[in-house]
């Protein structure tokens, strides 16, 4: 009828999902912390990790984030693509579950109470490492 209505209609709908989503995806793959094991393959010259936005919700970091350490460590360029993240390198999996070990150790885990529940926070210029089950604040690089 009116053009207008149904674009609208169509946002809320989408927003809603969106919504749903965020809020029930996490505790469906991964109501408690853990760090999952990736699944993709090579294609071509091409590592493609099918399962990386599920990866990143379980270790609680933005997958932006999980990627920019990646990709260093790796010395591979690569995007995120959806829920992958496609490497233009051939890279095995025990070298990015490795990576991506390395990744929580440092960037999750509280360096005093060694619990995964953290945040990074980003103070004047400066990266932090926060926890929230003790309280402990670290300057991390
Ligand atoms: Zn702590």
Known sequence: MIPLKPIILMENYEQLLQ??????????ECDRFEIKKIEGHIQGNKTIISNFGEI???IR??????TKFLL???????????ERLILTRKVSSKNINDKIEKYVKKYVYCPKCKKPDT???NES???YIRCLACGHKQEIE
């Open 19 to 28: 919504e749903a989503y965020e809020k029930i995806k996490p505790t469906e």
């Open 56 to 58: 990143a919700r379980c």
């Open 72 to 82: 260093r460590e790796l010395a591979s360029s690569g995007e995120i693509n959806g």
């Open 61 to 66: 970091r933005k997958p932006e984030e999980l």
């Open 125 to 127: 210029g400066k990266k």
């Open 119 to 121: 945040e990074l926070i």
